[in-house]
């Protein structure tokens, strides 16, 4: 099983955008009358939404396929990938992509600049192309559908700015996504959008109480994972909107590079109030151990697809205290431990169970360094915090204590060796630290090495030559050298 981390995080940093696709399935409601025509009507938009959806993964992959063509294979990979995100399916684009995986060539200098130039052009002809999707859900107040849409867009660098203006559409933080003023007032309000329709407060206070309890709880579910949980629908959904958001970036980043693919079964995410409750959740799964003593969030790592990841709003301190936390205080033990579902969930396919050699640091040091990533104005951006705030006060962060204690960073060959059972929290931070530099680090430099390793860690493949091949011909004290370096001029945002 894998640990939480100690719950020292806070959420301080707020997303502005996010993509949701939530369905909230409601057996105790009977079908009602008309439901045939709005099933016709939602159908009818989705087609125009397809339609757009595949003329934008055109206009990228072109852009994809000229990157490639001049050596530009970063480029290329993060192109195939917004590709990807308009059709996930492609069965084109994903052969193109996998033809580039471990490319590394420097494209001329003298490409640069008619990448950039043609990268804008593109973007802007996908905006074109998904315009009439999102005039036709402003059109017929489709909430959701039209949140998510623009979410996406955003995500993936198109200019919507004109679009938002001209349909008054804002962020709505509580689900991480955009929608038009009127939707937002009506949300204020306590109404909610439930499948295809307003709800007003009465009905919704009405149907928290219905699930309110295991056994009725909420299922809300994406195209990959599933919310259970007794909490308010708004919380469910805004779970959901993190999990969906995150999960997109942690695919995007390690799109052509690892071979992650989507589980056949979805993956549930427990919410509890509670750490009492969390503890009962659990054990319903016979072969479980007990909950980390200090997690808030963990993912149940387990033979088979399907494990769960577990989050409380309630968690214990280090004072001995319980204390309720709200999502901000979740926001980075949450991605950790989602982290960890994401990356075991989606190596299942070519899971061999044939070693378990100990690499602790490679697994926990992904985990810990993505969340440093935010979402801002649609781009994943990395920061540098020096502390995190948590109720138990202001804690250093990965960053911030590597930068610190640059000159006094263990030897790699000792921190490789360190057994499991040693790792603190000096070790994340060690790990977090490595791990940016192992895949940012030296313009990228070791970066297709160590996915290697991070690919083989997560299928249980490695072994005690794994380390050796990963760093063939490198020198630890050097690499150990350069990652003290690396600490030391890390330029932290506070």
């Given at each position: 099983m894998l640990?939480?981390?100690p719950?020292?995080?806070?959420?301080i940093?707020?997303?502005?955008?996010?993509t949701?696709l939530?369905?909230?399935?409601?057996?105790?409601?009977?079908?009602?009358?008309?439901?045939?025509?709005?099933?016709a009507?939602?159908?009818a938009?989705?087609k125009?939404?397809?339609?757009?959806?595949?003329?934008?993964?055109?206009?990228i992959a072109?852009?994809?396929?000229?990157?490639?063509?001049t050596?530009?294979?970063?480029?290329?990979?993060r192109?195939?990938?917004?590709?990807?995100?308009?059709v996930?399916g492609?069965?084109?684009?994903k052969t193109?992509?996998?033809?580039?995986?471990g490319?590394?060539?420097r494209?001329?200098?003298?490409a640069?600049?008619?990448?950039?130039e043609?990268?804008?052009?593109a973007l802007?002809?996908?905006t074109?192309?998904?315009t009439p999707?999102?005039?036709?859900?402003a059109?017929?107040?489709r909430?959701d559908e039209?949140?998510?849409?623009?979410s996406?867009?955003?995500?993936q660098?198109?200019?919507v700015?004109?679009?938002?203006?001209?349909f008054?559409?804002?962020?709505?933080?509580?689900?991480?996504?955009w929608?038009?003023?009127?939707a937002i007032?009506?949300?204020?309000?306590?109404?909610?959008?439930?499948?295809?329709?307003?709800?007003?407060?009465?009905?919704?206070?009405?149907?928290?109480?219905?699930?309110?309890i295991?056994?009725?709880h909420?299922?809300?579910?994406?195209e990959?994972?599933?919310?259970?949980?007794?909490l308010?629908r708004?919380?469910?959904?805004?779970?959901?909107a993190?999990?969906?958001?995150?999960?997109?970036?942690?695919?995007?980043?390690?799109t052509g590079?690892?071979d992650?693919v989507?589980?056949?079964?979805?993956l549930?995410?427990?919410?509890?109030?509670?750490?009492?409750e969390?503890e009962?959740?659990?054990a319903?799964?016979k072969?479980?151990p007990?909950?980390?003593p200090?997690?808030a969030?963990?993912?149940?790592a387990?033979?088979?697809?399907g494990?769960?990841?577990?989050v409380s709003?309630?968690?214990n301190?280090e004072?001995g205290?319980s204390?309720?936390l709200?999502?901000?205080?979740?926001?980075?033990?949450?991605?950790?431990?989602?982290?960890?579902?994401i990356?075991?969930?989606?190596s299942?396919h070519?899971?061999?169970?044939?070693?378990?050699a100990?690499?602790?640091?490679?697994?926990?040091?992904?985990?810990e360094?993505?969340?440093?990533?935010?979402?801002?104005?649609?781009?994943w951006?990395?920061?540098h915090?020096?502390?995190?705030?948590?109720?138990?006060g202001?804690?250093?962060?990965?960053?911030g204590?590597?930068h610190?204690?640059?000159d006094?960073?263990?030897?790699?060959?000792?921190?490789?060796e360190?057994?499991?059972?040693?790792?603190n929290?000096?070790?994340?931070h060690?790990?977090?630290?490595?791990s940016?530099y192992?895949?940012e680090?030296?313009?990228?430099?070791?970066?297709p090495r160590y996915?290697?390793l991070?690919?083989a860690v997560?299928r249980?493949?490695?072994?005690?030559?794994?380390?050796a091949?990963c760093?063939?011909?490198?020198?630890?004290?050097?690499?150990g050298a350069?990652l003290r370096?690396?600490?030391a001029?890390?330029?932290?945002?506070?």
């Amino acid at each position: 099983m894998l640990e939480g981390t100690p719950l020292r995080q806070a959420w301080i940093r707020r997303i502005a955008s996010a993509t949701l696709l939530a369905v909230a399935l409601l057996p105790s409601e009977p079908a009602g009358a008309g439901q045939e025509p709005a099933a016709a009507a939602a159908a009818a938009l989705k087609k125009i939404e397809d339609s757009g959806r595949a003329k934008a993964a055109d206009e990228i992959a072109r852009l994809a396929r000229y990157c490639a063509l001049t050596n530009a294979y970063d480029d290329a990979r993060r192109d195939y990938a917004k590709a990807l995100a308009f059709v996930a399916g492609s069965k084109s684009i994903k052969t193109e992509l996998a033809a580039i995986k471990g490319k590394t060539a420097r494209p001329p200098k003298t490409a640069l600049a008619g990448i950039v130039e043609r990268r804008l052009k593109a973007l802007a002809k996908c905006t074109e192309h998904l315009t009439p999707a999102v005039a036709a859900y402003a059109k017929a107040d489709r909430s959701d559908e039209l949140g998510a849409l623009v979410s996406m867009m955003r995500a993936q660098g198109l200019p919507v700015g004109d679009l938002l203006r001209k349909f008054e559409i804002e962020v709505y933080e509580p689900y991480l996504d955009w929608r038009t003023k009127s939707a937002i007032a009506k949300l204020d309000a306590g109404w909610e959008y439930v499948d295809g329709a307003w709800c007003d407060p009465g009905k919704v206070a009405a149907m928290d109480a219905a699930h309110s309890i295991w056994g009725s709880h909420w299922v809300f579910a994406d195209e990959v994972h599933e919310v259970r949980t007794t909490l308010p629908r708004r919380t469910a959904k805004q779970v959901l909107a993190h999990v969906g958001a995150y999960r997109r970036f942690f695919l995007d980043y390690f799109t052509g590079e690892w071979d992650l693919v989507q589980p056949t079964v979805k993956l549930p995410v427990i919410v509890t109030k509670t750490r009492a409750e969390m503890e009962a959740r659990t054990a319903e799964f016979k072969w479980a151990p007990p909950p980390p003593p200090k997690a808030a969030a963990y993912y149940l790592a387990g033979i088979g697809a399907g494990n769960p990841f577990f989050v409380s709003f309630e968690a214990n301190m280090e004072t001995g205290k319980s204390a309720q936390l709200d999502f901000e205080g979740l926001r980075r033990t949450f991605e950790h431990e989602l982290g960890h579902q994401i990356a075991y969930e989606y190596s299942k396919h070519a899971d061999g169970r044939d070693y378990d050699a100990e690499f602790r640091w490679v697994s926990e040091g992904v985990a810990e360094f993505l969340p440093n990533y935010d979402l801002v104005e649609g781009e994943w951006k990395l920061t540098h915090p020096h502390f995190h705030t948590t109720e138990e006060g202001a804690l250093e962060s990965a960053f911030g204590w590597c930068h610190d204690n640059a000159d006094r960073l263990p030897t790699l060959s000792f921190f490789f060796e360190q057994p499991s059972a040693a790792f603190n929290v000096k070790s994340y931070h060690v790990a977090a630290a490595l791990s940016c530099y192992l895949l940012e680090g030296k313009d990228r430099e070791y970066r297709p090495r160590y996915i290697d390793l991070i690919e083989a860690v997560h299928r249980y493949r490695a072994t005690p030559k794994s380390l050796a091949a990963c760093f063939e011909g490198i020198d630890l004290d050097t690499l150990g050298a350069e990652l003290r370096d690396f600490c030391a001029a890390i330029d932290l945002d506070d």
